[in-house]
């Protein structure tokens, strides 16, 4: 145990201790209850990384476990705090309705409960309004013994489930950064096959086509035999080593898709949610109905109350017998919902809803209808044919890809790097190793907007509001690119941030001209913090062999690799740069902080600007 009396998380007897004391401990009230569950999910958040960490496989499987058993556990202690409520129900009655009502709230969920006492068949719904959640239920529930419970929680828990259940090979492209070793030529790739789930051996020649195919992408295209020469020079050796590491160290320090990144795809008969390509956003919104536990009668000053063992018990809708006699009965409509979008997300696009199945441990799309979105109330309402816990949630690449994007010195170990994506325009401001994020959106980005943060940070805090312009090794099979290689694109991107503190760089359309091998962007020395003049601008072409100066400009008609009669042909950028450049500028490159340099770095490697514009 810790000085604080917290178990250590990456000793399995602690936490095993910590899990039998805390489900033993008979609090029911919800104040201490909440709290109780707030220092569990600190908990929760240390033993994901130490999962996301371990590379052992039985430690794997301990943290897993551990996993799974403190998230089951903070679910069944809000279920006894609901139970502890609705056994007092009638004591609470709203004079108005005639019913009990409730909503409790903390920083990390809220809790809306009705109790219907009065069971008055006319009733069609109710609405809460100081959060701005609702519900619609049919006759047959209105006259019924029923509470329905609307327990939002910010975190989501369902969906790492989903991600450690379903685990599913996934390709990635050789145009990933993350891709870096090579492949000895007698090995196989085991692939998973849907149909019969055997595993069946692609030989290394069919792997090796596959990738050179992927590499061409869908505008800029490569030959397989410049990828090869470039592989075997030892330059590639050195730098697709340095690209592995980068990458590795963003992904793993990130929390878009984990350290299982192999997830259920979205099948089109059964809508199953890929979690790749979709986010779920804002939290779980858990829906259900339970029976009414027997409430207290008073008799002589007595309270009479009937206790039962079973707990908390589920209405099963639609499959419960109900007692009424009418054809009705026959009948079970879909029950409604509604929730005001959460104010700590952003969503660039109408939300998509998805329902939990419990049985499968996955996301679906199917089986929810009347979908409706209020976007100046920020509300969204929709119908399922049962209680089931939903999510809000929206496309992953959403804001891919860039429609500009410029990183702009601001002095000595200080720049901004502007993107214009294709839903919402951001601006990060980057001062030694801490970055700043700036939007002209206030909605869902006020916990994080203004905030200096270290880059990975910022990346998990972006993604989880939803603001997403960060790429992985899957991003281009649901984003067109411009099919660059990732070795010249990751040594672009080394020599930006070295130049940082006194270059301008920004985007070019002719980069999506030249080809794969190459890169094209704009550059300039600027050495205050005011915007670039247009005229500054310069346009350079970047290869793996040579760097040079174009002679066409941005404005030109047509592309021309032809060089600047005024300028030389150089082996890096930085030397191509450094030809143009004054002495002071020169001199703040040198003096340019070795944190400030792997800040700029790691954003774009993380972003890839050249590759996704």
């Not at 705090?81 to 005639?98: F, H, M, Q, Y």
């Not at 009990?100 to 903390?106: A, F, N, S, Y």
């Not at 990346?459 to 603001?467: E, L, P, R, T, Y």
């Amino acid at each position: 145990m810790r000085c604080d009396g917290a178990p250590d998380p990456a000793v399995q007897q602690d936490i095993n201790t910590y899990i039998s004391l805390w489900r033993d401990d008979p609090e029911v009230n919800v104040t201490a209850v909440l709290k109780q569950c707030n220092l569990a999910l600190q908990l929760v958040d240390e033993v994901e990384g130490l999962f996301k960490d371990a590379t052992d496989p039985q430690e794997n499987q301990q943290y897993k476990e551990a996993l799974i058993n403190l998230q089951e556990l903070i679910h069944f202690k809000h279920h006894l705090t609901t139970e502890d409520i609705l056994k007092r129900a009638s004591s609470n009655i709203d004079t108005e309705t005639g019913n009990m009502q409730t909503v409790i709230r903390d920083d990390q969920v809220t809790v809306c409960l009705w109790a219907n006492i009065k069971k008055n068949p006319r009733f069609k719904g109710l609405n809460f309004e100081e959060v701005g959640f609702g519900f619609e239920i049919p006759k047959q529930l209105a006259v019924s013994d029923v509470a329905v419970r609307i327990l939002h929680t910010h975190y989501d828990h369902l969906s790492m489930l989903a991600r450690m259940t379903h685990l599913r090979i996934q390709t990635a492209s050789r145009r990933s950064l993350a891709g870096g070793e090579e492949v000895p030529e007698d090995s196989v790739e085991q692939v998973e096959t849907k149909e019969n789930g055997k595993v069946e051996e692609e030989p290394q020649q069919q792997r090796v086509e596959e990738e050179v195919q992927s590499i061409q992408g869908l505008e800029g295209r490569k030959s397989a035999t410049s990828l090869q020469s470039r592989k075997n020079s030892p330059l590639a050796e050195v730098q697709e080593s340095n690209i592995q590491t980068q990458m590795e160290a963003l992904e793993a320090e990130g929390d878009l898709i984990g350290s299982s990144v192999q997830l259920p795809l979205m099948n089109q008969a059964v809508h199953v949610v890929d979690l790749i390509q979709f986010t779920p956003l804002g939290g779980v919104f858990y829906y259900d109905v339970f029976h009414l536990p027997p409430q207290a009668l008073q008799v002589n000053g007595w309270e009479i109350r009937q206790f039962l063992n079973a707990g908390l018990q589920t209405f099963h809708y639609p499959t419960e017998k109900f007692d009424f006699g009418s054809s009705d009965a026959l009948i079970c409509p879909p029950i409604g919902a509604s929730v005001i979008l959460p104010d700590f997300v952003v969503f660039l696009e109408t939300p998509q809803v998805a329902r939990w199945d419990a049985a499968e441990k996955q996301w679906r799309m199917d089986g929810i209808t009347d979908v409706s979105y209020d976007e100046a109330e920020a509300k969204i309402s929709f119908k399922m044919d049962s209680f089931q816990a939903f999510v809000l949630m929206q496309k992953t690449y959403a804001n891919l890809p860039f429609q500009s994007w410029e990183l702009r010195p601001l002095g000595q170990d200080a720049a901004i790097f502007m993107v214009n994506g294709a839903l919402i325009d951001l601006s990060i401001t980057i001062q030694d190793n801490q970055c700043l994020l700036q939007s002209e959106r206030d909605r869902g980005l006020s916990h994080i907007v203004g905030k200096w943060m270290n880059v990975s940070a910022l990346q998990k805090a972006m993604i989880n509001a939803g603001v997403n312009i960060f790429v992985n090794q899957y991003t281009d099979n649901y984003v067109s690119t411009c099919g660059k290689d990732p070795l010249t694109e990751h040594a672009a991107y080394e020599q930006m941030a070295l130049f940082a503190s006194a270059c301008a760089f920004s985007r070019s359309k002719w980069n999506s001209k030249c080809g794969a091998e190459h890169l094209v962007m704009q550059a300039c020395e600027h050495l205050d913090s005011a915007p670039v003049p247009e005229d500054s601008w310069s346009l350079y072409l970047l290869g793996a062999q040579r760097s040079q100066k174009l002679e066409i400009t941005e404005e030109s008609e047509d592309f021309s690799s032809d060089h600047h009669p005024s300028s030389e042909f150089h082996s890096t950028f930085i030397h191509m740069l450094q030809d143009s450049m004054s002495p002071g500028g020169v001199a703040r490159t040198r003096e340019s902080h070795h944190l400030f340099v792997d800040t700029v770095q790691s954003l774009l490697c993380a972003t890839r600007p050249l590759m996704y514009s």
